[in-house]
């Protein structure tokens, strides 16, 4: 073919020329259309827009999709950076690609406050567009992986920003999609980006390996090759080297040394039966010892993106352990192009995936739970749990009957039990873990068999704790939903406590008259009807209040500049005169030389707090936190105003006070062991230290720790907070 276009176009017809199950004539319209649109626009490298068009269009053609994703990738930006619109999509290419380019496209011209607001609506709309039409992510995940292999030219922030987003969202798509390639391209690029040091030093690793695995993988190939003929027909094997991702995880994520890592070096069989991979897999436990505990059987087990083969990690006589991956061609297509495969091999009768469906169907579960979601659910919450049901670190686990349940990585038997069905979750007492009684927090491993055990009780249902405790989205919803339908009444309180709970810690007082208007506004800007509409859905844990405390405080603060009335009144807090000395403990007492002073145990006020002192009979000053339960929102109405005192902390002693923290847990190895290397870390001296297991199965650690100041104590519990299982942190009463 005579070369006629540039940018790589040409390039690009060649492989849609060799193929020839493509409309060209269709595909050069688009480019064309496209090359016209996008005139004049450049990307950050300088180089002509149009050139990332035409590379993800060569991604899609390398993966087998249609000409109608070929096209809708040529058109992928032109609604998004151009004035072209998607009525002018359909109308030149056809409902269906512009379908495809307006599910690719961002919702760049909707108001959104926040960056985390525009990531999780981009990614709702994206999810609701692929579960029309999968070849929706599929041209997004093209488009992703051509920006990571152009990131450089991209400031640092933005190349963060990006490369962590394609880790915890594209990635994990990519390999529930089963297209291994981009997904192991798409870590290794993210990576490199986010931890250049780490990924270097693996690469330096593998560099260093290189003459080893040059000869090895080989002499494996031939060893094997020789013994298969005995054995299947035609046989075809090879090599690869494990990614550098998949190096990464199990080196910095599960703390192992390079040389603990057993599978970085594989040999693939491909034969033409199941009966040949049973068959290959005893010649290949006859040439080579085999590791214990490293067979896996994913033909009788598939993955939940369908992957099937199966694994065993082997040592030869050179001592260098690899794994050995077997499967049939009809496997392979579908571990190497996963969905993809279906455009791929459907014109082949021998390819024909009668399965599509089956392999989409997580896709439609997954928006289906999206759309069960309780309301009030925050951007943050929304991806968390996007990222929870996208998480591909799985665990097999057997019912009594044989019925096996896939969950994610760290799930507990009551994520199980929901699994199992809605009424098994909630009429849940315990559960046997291979025949041993085991705890509701109890973290669940591939092969252990689950019997979860049920009552007939009819008001018996789960507990609010198990929201703590669950890992899967579709658990934690289903509990919520309980609780919305089943405990209203109780549910308000709970949750009006919860709230008042909240405005305590985080310093926001309203006078009595102002706290319903107050009240009256969040019920709006959550889009509840009343109050106790608000409360419930706390109470149920549709609406975290956590998660919307910033929120909350910016309206406390628009609140208060609208109406200073809204304050309740605040003791008059002059500065000290010389009437008022600084108190041995560092406290100054305003018209007090060197009084007695205590620190109430009520509150345990610590240097930086608002304080306030009380006369007491025979004892001296209590000092008390401004906002203590036990201090009058009024003095001036108290029924002895005359007993409170100003007092103020003297800002030239160093403090060395004790506080007390309540830590609320779920228990788990070296748990006490993270908690005192966050206690060294912030300079924390430790005065005493208890730990119990609640009934529950969680535990309580009391810690009594020495604070310079509040801020001390913040950084302290802002660290704390860092710590894996730690559910919440109180300061408690002394």
Same mark, same amino acid.
């Given at each position: ?12 017809? %060649? ?46 053609? %390398? ?5 109608? %994703? ?148 080989? %002499? ?515």
């Amino acid at each position: 073919m005579d070369k006629q276009f540039g940018n790589g176009f040409d390039e690009l017809l %060649s492989m849609v020329d060799e193929s020839n199950s493509y409309d060209r004539d269709l595909i050069i319209k688009a480019y064309k259309k496209a090359e016209a649109l996008h005139a004049g626009q450049t990307r950050f490298s300088g180089e002509p827009y149009i050139i990332h068009p035409i590379e993800v269009a060569k991604i899609l053609v %390398s993966l087998g999709l249609d000409t109608q %994703s070929i096209v809708a990738a040529l058109l992928h930006d032109v609604i998004e950076d151009t004035d072209e619109t998607k009525e002018d999509v359909e109308k030149e290419f056809g409902k269906d690609v512009a379908f495809l380019v307006e599910g690719v496209t961002k919702l760049g011209k909707v108001d959104i406050k926040s960056k985390v607001e525009q990531q999780a609506e981009n990614i709702r709309k994206m999810l609701l567009a692929m579960a029309e039409d999968v070849r929706v992510i599929i041209i997004k995940l093209a488009d992703r992986l051509h920006n990571m292999r152009t990131l450089d030219f991209m400031y640092e922030a933005k190349r963060r920003e990006k490369a962590l987003e394609t880790l915890e969202i594209f990635a994990p798509i990519a390999h529930r999609l089963g297209i291994r390639a981009l997904k192991e391209e798409l870590e290794d690029l993210a990576i490199r980006h986010l931890d250049p040091v780490g990924y270097e030093e693996i690469k330096n690793r593998l560099s260093q390996n290189s003459v080893v695995s040059k000869d090895l993988i080989p %002499s494996i190939i031939r060893k094997i090759s020789e013994r298969l003929k005995e054995t299947v027909e035609n046989p075809h094997i090879d090599g690869r080297i494990k990614s550098v991702t998949g190096i990464y995880r199990k080196m910095y994520m599960q703390n192992r040394s390079f040389d603990e890592i057993y599978d970085i070096y594989a040999v693939r069989i491909i034969v033409d039966s199941v009966n040949d991979c049973y068959n290959c897999l005893g010649v290949i436990h006859d040439m080579f010892r085999p590791i214990p505990g490293r067979f896996k059987d994913y033909i009788a087990t598939p993955k939940p993106n369908m992957y099937q083969s199966l694994h065993s990690t082997v040592i030869g006589k050179e001592g260098i352990p690899f794994e050995v991956q077997i499967r049939t061609w009809e496997m392979h297509r579908t571990a190497e192009y996963g969905i993809a495969a279906h455009w791929k091999y459907k014109s082949g009768v021998k390819g024909k995936d009668d399965k599509f469906d089956e392999k989409i169907a997580w896709i439609h579960e997954m928006v289906d739970k999206q759309n069960e979601q309780t309301d009030g659910e925050t951007p943050e919450e929304f991806l968390y749990t996007v990222k929870s049901d996208l998480e591909f670190e799985e665990v097999f686990v057997f019912t009594p009957q044989g019925d096996v349940k896939t969950l994610p990585k760290n799930s507990t038997i009551i994520d199980f039990a929901y699994a199992i069905h809605t009424q098994v979750g909630h009429k849940m007492t315990g559960a046997k873990v291979n025949g041993r009684m085991v705890p509701l927090d109890y973290i669940l491993h591939t092969g252990e068999i689950c019997d979860i055990i049920t009552t007939k009780q009819e008001d018996k249902g789960p507990s609010r704790d198990w929201l703590n405790i669950v890992r899967t989205s579709e658990a934690r919803n289903k509990i919520r939903s309980w609780f919305k339908k089943e405990k209203r009444e109780e549910n308000i309180v709970a949750g009006k406590s919860e709230l008042e709970k909240e405005f305590k810690r985080n310093y926001i007082r309203l006078s009595d008259d102002k706290y319903d208007e107050f009240i009256n506004r969040l019920v709006a800007r959550q889009k509840c009807n009343t109050a106790d509409e608000l409360y419930a859905k706390i109470g149920y844990g549709g609406i975290s209040v956590s998660r919307i405390m910033p929120s909350i405080k910016d309206l406390y603060k628009q609140f208060v500049l609208e109406d200073s009335d809204a304050l309740p009144p605040k003791p008059a807090m002059p500065q000290p005169n010389r009437h008022s000395l600084s108190n041995k403990d560092g406290i100054i007492v305003e018209g007090f030389d060197d009084c007695q002073i205590k620190l109430s145990k009520c509150c345990n006020p610590l240097p930086g707090d608002r304080i306030i002192g009380f006369i007491t009979r025979g004892h001296g000053v209590s000092i008390h936190k401004r906002d203590c339960m036990n201090v009058p929102r009024d003095i001036a109405e108290s029924e002895e105003p005359g007993r409170w005192l100003n007092a103020y902390w003297d800002d030239d002693i160093k403090f060395n006070l004790n506080t007390t923290l309540s830590i609320f847990c779920i228990d788990r190895e070296n748990l006490l062991a993270d908690i005192m290397k966050a206690c060294y870390e912030i300079k924390i001296n430790i005065s005493n230290i208890e730990a119990r297991v609640l009934k529950n199965g969680n535990s309580i650690i009391t810690l009594g720790i020495v604070v310079d100041n509040t801020e001390h104590l913040n950084n302290f519990l802002a660290r704390l907070k860092k710590v894996d299982n730690i559910i919440s942190v109180e300061r408690a009463s002394m």
